[in-house]
C-alpha cells in the first residue's frame, strides 16, 4: 500500500464551479398552455444501471433509468410509478436509501457506464419523503455520478463516486464526502483531472473502512465503441469514513492497464473479503481475505470478464461471503468464493446486466438493474419479474407511416426495433398493439411512404433490412462489401457507424419504387427496394484530414491519426425539389447536391469544427432553398445548443437558438408542414418550438419528462417525439400552435381540426387489469381549442349541424354528477363528467361526437371498459359524417368555426346505411328520453300509478339495453332490431295513451 495526497476542496450547494452546467430556466409557449403529451409507449425497459431496495418493506424497490428518471414499487415490481419526472434531468447514475432513515434517498444523476448513447446530469438530489419530493444539492460539474455511499450511522453522511465528464478532462470528478446531507462538500479522494471514482463501498461491519476504485477513462468524439483507458486508475482504501486514503497496489493486483474495476465487500465476521472484478492486463475477480494486503485471481470465465469497461460490477450474498454475483450478458453466480460461475438468468442475444442490490436481511430478495429495464427476485434468483412494465425505452429516431391510425416507429437501445400503432382498437394502447419490424436496436427505421406494411431497417455499422408485414419476414438488404471484413475503419470501402441515416426520395414515376438513400461515409442510393445499392458521392466526410479534436487531451488526440474518420450521418432529400438532397457528417461538414448526386457543393458553416456532428437536416417543406441543420458537440464537451438554418441552399448559414437555454444541446429540428417558420426542436433536456423560423424558441415541455430527445416527427396534425429514456408521446392537434396569431383578440376559438369519427373501444373480452401497463389513445372527438381573455368567464360551447339545430351544449357551469357508487366494481373504471375550462389564456375541450345520452333508468357498463374511461351506457348516437359548427360564448360575445367530421376509413358502410344507422338511434333515445319524462310525471300514489310507472321503466330499460345493441358498430341496423324498436314504441305510445287511474 502507497499513500495518497488528500486534495481537500469546499463547495457550497448553489455555487457552482465555473464548468458546471445546470439548465438555465427557459420560458414556456402560452400557446401550447391547455395541451399535454401522451405517452404511446411501448413498455418495455430500457437501460438501468441504479437500484435499490427497502429492507424493512419487503415489496417496495427503486430504480434509475439512464435517461428516464427515478421509479418506485411497493408491489415487487408489478406496477411502477415515476417519482422524478419534474426534475430537469432525468438520467440516473447512482441511488441510495440511507440505512438508518429509509425516507431518506440520494440519488446521483448521469450514467456511468460510458457507451456511445450517454447521457449526462447535474449533481446531486435528496428526498427526506421516500421521493414524493426532491432538492438539488450540488455536484454540478460532475456529470456522471456512478456510486453513493450512505452512513448506516447517519443518513447526513454519505460519499459519492464521481466520473466526471465523459469527453473531456475536468477537476469535479473522484469522491466526494458530504457530512450535513448533501448542503457542503468535500472533495475526498482525487489523483487528476482525468481519473474518476467508479465504484464506492463500505464494510458493513465496520462502516468506517471504505474501498472506492478510480478510473481513468474517456470517449471519443467518432464512433468507438469503448471508452479509452488511461493512466490514473486503481484501488483506494479509508479507515476513517472517508477522511483519508491509502491506495491498495501490487499484492497480487495486476498493475498494467487498469481499467475498471468494481468492488464488493463482504458482511458480518467476512468483513476482510475484499472482492475486485477488475480490467488490466490480466482482467478477472480478485479477492483478498486480508482487507486489501494480499490479493488472489480467483475468476477469469470470460462471462464475468467480457466487455468490463461496460459491466465489471459485483455484489457479495450478505449471508456467505462465497457465493458471489458478477453482471454480465447474464446474472452470474459463483457458490466457490468467484472460482467457478454458472449463470441464473439472461437470453440468447444477451439482455446485459448492470446493477444487483441484495437485501441485507433477505438475499433471496434482488433487484437487478439491465439493459431492458429492472427485473425483482423474491426467491434467490429463481424467477422474476417483467420488464414489460416500464416505458423507458431509448429511441434513436422516430418515423411514421401512411396508415390510419398511424404507426409509430424506432429502433430501441438494447431492445431491437418497435411499430407501435398511434391508437388503439381498444380505448388504449395495449402490448397487442406493436411489433417489432426488422432492423436491429439503433438504426434508423423508414416505413415505406407508398406501402405502410414494407418497413426498412438498420442496424449497427451497417445493417439494414427489409421488413415485410404479410409475412413477418425481414430480408438483409445491406450494402456490405466483402473486402471490408477485417479491413482498418479508414481503408474500409463502406465505413459505417452505430447509427446509419435512412431516408426515402420524393415519388419518380407511378409504380415505379422510390429511391432510397443510405449513408455510409458515401450517400448510397437503392431504386430497387435494396436489392441493389449505387453510391451517389464520394466520401463526405473530413477523411482523417486536421480530425484530431481540440478536446479530450491526449487520450483521444493520439488516437485520431488511426481512428478519426467520419461518415455520413444525416440525409435529407427535399420533399420540394426533385434531385435535392443534404447530407451531414459526424464529423462537422455539410454537402448539397441539386442533381441527384452527379455533383455535390461543400456548404459547410465556417463556424463549424472538425466533430461537430450534424445530428439532423430538415429540408423545408415550404422552400427548396431553406433547410435546417441540429449540431451536436456534446463529444467535445461542448453542451451549447446550435441550430443553423441557410434559405439560399447553403451559402450563407445563421445560428437560430435565442430562447434555448445554455447547457442544452441539440439533436434534431423540423419545420411544420402546415406552418412556414413554425419549428420544432428536439434536446437533450426537452422540446422547444419557434413561431417565427427560429428567431425566438420557447419550451413545448409541457408534462413531458426531460428525458433527452433524440428526434421528433410531424404527422398530419400531432407533434411525435421520440426519446431515449421515455419511450414514444405525442402532442395531439397542433392547431393552436399554427393558429397563434399574437395580433387576434383575446377571446378567441381557434378553428378545430378535422376530426375522423372513430369507436372509443371495440373490445368485447375481459378487461385488462388495472395493473396492464397501457398508451393513451388520442382524444376520442373533436378537440375544440379557445384562448379567454380572463378567468372565471362562464363558458358556452355548442355544437350544431349544418340545418343549424342544436346537437349539444356544454357549460363550465355544469355541475358533474355525482359518482355512481351502486356499481359492483370499484369506481376508479368510471368515466369523469367532461366539463369546459374557464381559465385566463388558453382552454382545450374535446367533444366525443355524440349526442346527449338519454335518460336510462338502469344504465349498464360495458365489458369494454378502461380504468378511467368507462361511460355508462347507452351513449348518444354519433353524429354523421359532415360539416358541423362550433360557437363559443364567453364574455358577452359569440363566435364560431366549423367542424368537418370525417367516417373512419377502414369503414366500408354506404353514407346510406350509415344514415338509417343514425336514424334509428336517434328514435330509440328519444323514446329513453319519453319514457323517463312519463316516469318523472308519475309520482307512483296509487297501485295503479306504480304500476304503469314499472311498466314504463321495464320499457326504458328495454330501450336501453336495444340502444347499446344497435350501436355496437358502423353498420346498417338489422331487421330485428327495426322490427324490436317497432314494438317498443307501440308499447311505450300505449303508456302514454292511457294514464293511470
Known sequence: MRPIAIVLLLLVTGAAPPTAQRMEPDSPAPAAAAMRWRLVGPFRGGRVVAVAGVPSKPHTYYFGAVAGGVWKTTDDGVVWTPLFDAQPVQSIGAIAIAPSNEDVIYVGT???????????????????????????????????????????????????????????????????????????????????????????????SNPDVVYAALWSARRTPWT?????????????????????????????????????????????????????LVDADKPGLYRSDTGGSTWELVGTDPRITSRAWYFSEVAVDPQNADVVYAPNVGLNRSADGGRTWTPIKGAPGGDDYHALWIDPRDPARMISGVDQGTTISVDGGATWSTWYNQPTAQFYHVATDNAFPYRIYGAQQDSGTVGIRSRGNYGAITPRDWETVGGGESGYIAPDPDDSDVVYGGNTYGGLFRFERATGQSHDIAPRDPRDVGVLRREAIHRFSWTSPIAFGPRRTAGAPRAIYFGSQRVLRSVDRGQSWTAISEDLSRRGVDAAPATGGRMIQDLARAEAFGVVYAIAPSPLQSGLIWAGTDDGLVHVTRDEGRTWKNVTPASLGAWSKISAIDASPHEAGTAYAAIDRHRLDDYTPHILKTTDYGATWTEIVAGIPRGTFVRAVREDPARKGLLYAGTEFGVYVSFDGGGRWLSLQLNLPRAPVHDLVVHDRDLVVATHGRSFWVLDDLAPLRQLDPSGPATRLFKPSQVVRVRRSVNTDTPLPRETPLGQNPPDGAVIDY??????????????????????????????????????????????????????????????????????????YSIAALPGDTPALPLGPLVLPGTYQVRLTAGGRTVAQPLVVTMDPRVRTTAADLTKLFTLERQIAAAIDESARAMDGDDGSDAAANQKRTALGKVNDALSELLTAVDTADAAPTRQATAAFAAFRKQLDALLRNPAR
Open 110 to 204: 448521469g450514467e456511468a457506464d460510458w457507451r456511445s448513447d450517454l447521457s449526462s446530469g447535474d449533481g446531486m438530489y435528496k428526498s427526506l419523503d421516500a421521493g414524493q419530493t426532491w432538492q438539488h444539492i450540488g455536484l454540478e460539474g460532475t456529470r456522471h455520478i456512478a456510486r453513493i455511499a450512505v452512513d448506516p450511522r447517519n443518513p447526513d453522511d454519505l460519499l459519492v463516486a464521481a466520473m466526471g465528464h465523459a469527453y473531456d478532462a475536468n477537476p469535479e470528478r473522484g469522491v466526494f464526502r458530504s457530512r450535513d446531507g448533501g448542503r457542503t462538500w468535500q472533495k475526498s479522494l482525487f489523483r487528476s483531472d482525468d481519473a474518476g471514482a467508479i465504484d464506492l463501498v463500505r464494510q458493513p
Open 224 to 276: 468507438r465503441y469503448p471508452p479509452v483507458n488511461g493512466a490514473g486508475g486503481g484501488i483506494f482504501k479509508s479507515t476513517d469514513n472517508g477522511a483519508t486514503w491509502t491506495e491498495i497496489a501490487g499484492h497480487g493486483l495486476p498493475t498494467a492497464a487498469l481499467g475498471r474495476i468494481g468492488l464488493a465487500v463482504g458482511y458480518g465476521g467476512a468483513g476482510s473479503r475484499v472482492y475486485a
Open 787 to 860: 384562448q379567454l381573455a380572463q378567468a372565471d368567464t362562464p363558458v358556452i360551447i355548442e355544437i350544431v349541424d349544418g340545418s343549424g339545430q342544436l346537437v349539444r351544449q356544454f357549460s363550465s357551469g355544469n355541475v358533474p354528477p355525482s359518482t355512481n357508487a351502486t356499481t359492483p366494481f370499484p369506481s376508479y373504471w368510471l368515466s369523469a363528467a367532461r366539463v369546459p375550462t374557464a381559465r385566463a389564456g388558453m382552454n382545450r375541450f374535446v367533444w366525443d361526437l355524440r349526442y346527449a345520452a338519454p335518460r336510462a333508468q338502469n344504465p349498464d
